[in-house]
């Protein structure tokens, strides 16, 4: 009772200082789960986890992350299975000339060339001008809210568990077919010509710094809908696809550890078939914390 009473205090202050993206207490059979929405990028100095998160990972046994993102060696495994062409064949042999002349475009105002990224397929050149763009702007992956995650748990001496693996995750870029991954670089190219690839992203950390419901929601709704390959593939494959198979793996985890801490992407959050409506459909019971 008295922790109950110190959480809902902790909470209370949480949320009149700082809390950020949205936090959920799951509880079924006795064992209780945190789900934690995060964003991938952060910028320095700037420690993401609130009074009422911190609390929940040090109440838990393990932190669950979609990937342990330390694990280097898996990821450059991954990359060369799913994202590099095989010796001899290159980018070149795979775009329309007009599309080639944008992205070298692109790749010389990001301070890189074509020679440099010719071995990678045309989704991750798209991803790797997004996340340059992002790197730009102060915004970094080295900052993600995954890596306060793992410091912290590694203070706690804490099990880390993942949900996916890098082979999984990059697969499913993988997946998309070549006029798929040709269209998808086309529209990110057309982001960041116009501004918008900063801006969605923006939106989304904005509205992740002041879990903001509705601003969430809106950027959950843009990066969903409409008819763009990117869209579709969002919605059908990153989200619609991973997050039954996410909710799955989670009510696994809590069968396994009392408490655990599950940190994923906020986006798997939201919607009717976020993780969190999921695992109330599963019989859990699910409360947000903010």
Not at 22 to 50: A, C, F, M, N, W
Not at 54 to 79: G, M, N, P, W
Request: net charge negative; with cysteine.
């Amino acid at each position: 009772m008295a922790r109950a009473i110190l959480f809902a205090l902790m909470l209370a202050c949480c949320q009149t200082v700082f809390a950020a993206g949205q936090l959920y207490r799951v509880t079924h059979e006795g064992k209780t789960s945190y789900l934690y929405g995060t964003i991938h990028v952060g910028r320095d100095g700037v420690y993401p986890l609130d009074a009422v998160a911190s609390r929940a990972l040090l109440d838990s046994r393990a932190l669950v992350i979609e990937l342990d993102i330390r694990e280097d060696k898996a990821f450059q495994q991954a990359l060369v299975r799913h994202a590099r062409y095989p010796d001899g064949d290159t980018v070149q042999n795979h775009l329309s000339p007009a599309t080639l002349r944008k992205t070298e475009q692109a790749l010389a105002r990001a301070g890189m060339s074509l020679a440099s990224v010719q071995h990678y397929k045309p989704w991750l050149i798209a991803n790797l001008l997004v996340g340059a763009e992002l790197d730009k702007n102060g915004y970094q992956r080295s900052q993600a809210v995954e890596y306060a995650l793992l410091a912290a748990a590694q203070k706690q001496d804490k099990t880390v568990r993942e949900l996916e693996s890098a082979d999984y995750q990059l697969s499913l870029f993988d997946s998309l077919d070549t006029l798929q991954q040709e269209q998808y670089l086309l529209e990110q190219l057309a982001d960041l010509d116009d501004g918008d690839s900063l801006k969605k992203s923006q939106a989304l950390i904005e509205a992740w710094r002041a879990a903001d419901k509705t601003g969430i929601q809106a950027a959950w709704h843009n990066a969903t809908t409409g008819d763009s390959i990117s869209a579709g593939f969002m919605n059908r494959v990153l989200l619609g696809k991973r997050n039954p198979e996410m909710a799955a793996n989670i009510e696994r985890i809590m069968q396994q550890d009392q408490v655990a801490f599950v940190g994923v992407g906020l986006l798997h959050l939201v919607g009717d078939d976020g993780l969190p409506q999921l695992l109330k459909r599963r019989g859990y019971q699910v409360e947000q914390l903010y």
